[in-house]
């Protein structure tokens, strides 16, 4: 009796010492991710991201600024035109080295104003394809997905959502999950999109706005 009863201690000890360096392992091996925010509380648009926000040149309908809590895109004249603004690099807090971002997911809040045609969003893509998706959501719950290849873009999906609320703020996110691009409006997954890439291909993230109107972006928050 006393051997088993012994042996069944020794199994039990050996068990819960495998599970447990498993479980470390696992710890170890899970990357620490880093966060950066930005509140956009300035008036100088130089200063945003360190400059890789830029207003589009004279011949585009798209102007952008900052008002000290936003960050403000209008177009005043092509209702089919989409402008976007890829964010490649940030500094995160606890690492003054600049960070490229290829793995990264990103939450923005989104005040609709005078959202005529479409509205505002984030916009990704896969390096190794020559295509982006863009998640816009509309001033009456609504949202669109464009998708560019190449040059040229369309609209490919439009529907509704009862997470999307309608005339107030919305606060869209983005991550990718495997070979999906999963889009979410206050915490609720929206849709999922298709990457057509490997799991190892790095993708790119940004802002987005299409038609005409004024696209105001509040805090936004970027994890890699």
């Known amino acids: 009796m006393q051997t ?11 068990s819960i010492s495998l599970f447990g360096f498993a479980a470390w392992g696992l710890t170890l091996l899970e990357p620490d991710r880093q966060i950066y925010l930005e509140t956009f509380d300035t008036t100088e648009l130089e200063t945003v991201l360190e400059g890789q926000i830029m207003s589009p040149g004279r011949r585009s309908p798209w102007s952008i600024s900052v008002d000290g809590a936003n960050l403000v895109w209008r ?3 092509k209702k089919t035109n989409s402008q976007h603004q890829s ?8 690492n003054k080295e600049i960070t490229r971002l290829n793995e990264a997911s990103l939450s923005v809040t989104v005040l609709p ?3 005529y045609c479409v509205g505002a ?4 893509g896969t390096y190794r394809q020559r295509q982006n998706w863009r998640f816009n959501i509309d ?4 949202y669109h997905v464009l998708r560019q290849s190449g040059r040229g873009f369309a609209r490919v999906y439009k529907g509704e959502h009862p997470a999307i609320k309608p005339n107030t703020p919305n ?6 999950q495997d070979e999906e691009f999963v889009f979410f409006v206050n915490e609720q997954e ?11 291909d790095p993708h790119w993230i940004g802002l987005t706005a299409f038609g005409i109107g004024t696209y105001k972006f509040a805090e936004m928050t970027i994890t890699q």
């Open 4 to 14: 088993w009863a012994g042996l069944t201690r020794l199994l039990v000890f050996v």
């Open 75 to 77: 177009n005043t004249s």
């Open 113 to 115: 104003r005078r959202f």
């Open 121 to 124: 969003g984030i916009v990704a």
């Open 171 to 176: 606060v869209i996110a983005f991550e990718r």
């Open 87 to 94: 964010i490649d690099w940030v500094r995160f807090e606890d």
């Open 190 to 200: 929206i849709i999922r999109l298709p990457t057509n890439a490997r799991r190892s």
């Open 139 to 142: 001033n009456d719950g609504g």
